[in-house]
């Protein structure tokens, strides 16, 4: 990450805001005023005289460019917005933790948002019309507050039998600190599997 660096000249404060964007584009405006010790108001000044949009328009301008169409679940139902998302492959959403999301006395965040996030990825990822998750590992590593952004990234780890189940791992973070890990086993269409009663289907999230 590059150092912060107090009273930058206009051009060099330029230079590093547009360095810090491009090495973390899930980067909000105030994360940049602490970096650079400006205030607010100049960092959106300078958003503006580089043409650098605010972070919103920034992961709708991610998507539009770089991920496939999700396949498994209305996009409405995927918890926190895709902006990378690579069929079979990895994917990427960030979930802004609101004050619907956490406890009222704490500002922290109830625990399943933050696996909901996840889970909702891991069966985004996979390409098929029905992903359901079988099994979940997971591991809260530390509580997440208000107003903290989580970037939760899905890698596919293996597909077995026929394709009918996917191994997927979700890491989440907020910053470069990571908060949250889960293990997920994904049955696609493919992959209902039968027992003594019959035909049994997990759960979708």
Do not use: W
């Amino acid at each position: 990450m590059v150092p912060a660096i107090e009273r930058l000249p206009k051009r060099q404060r330029h230079q590093q805001l547009s360095k810090l964007i491009e090495e973390n584009p899930f980067m909000t405006d105030r994360e940049l005023t602490r970096l650079l010790k400006v205030s607010i108001q100049t960092i959106r000044l300078d958003r503006l005289e580089l043409g650098i949009p605010e972070l919103r328009e920034r992961l709708k301008l991610m998507a539009e460019r770089s991920y496939d169409s999700v396949r498994s679940l209305p996009l409405h139902e995927v918890i926190g917005d895709i902006v990378d998302l690579q069929l079979d492959k990895s994917g990427i959403s960030m979930f802004e933790i609101a004050h619907e999301h956490v406890f009222s006395r704490t500002g922290i965040a109830r625990g399943h948002h933050v696996f909901a996030q996840a889970n909702s990825l891991a069966v985004a990822v996979i390409d098929d019309e029905i992903a359901l998750t079988a099994t979940a590992d997971i591991r809260f590593i530390r509580s997440v507050k208000l107003g903290e952004k989580c970037i939760a990234k899905a890698y596919v780890r293996s597909i077995s039998g026929e394709k009918s189940k996917a191994k997927v791992e979700v890491f989440t973070y907020v910053g470069e600190e990571m908060v949250f890990q889960g293990n997920f086993v994904i049955y696609r269409s493919a992959g209902d599997y039968v027992s003594e009663g019959g035909i049994e289907r997990a759960d979708r999230y």
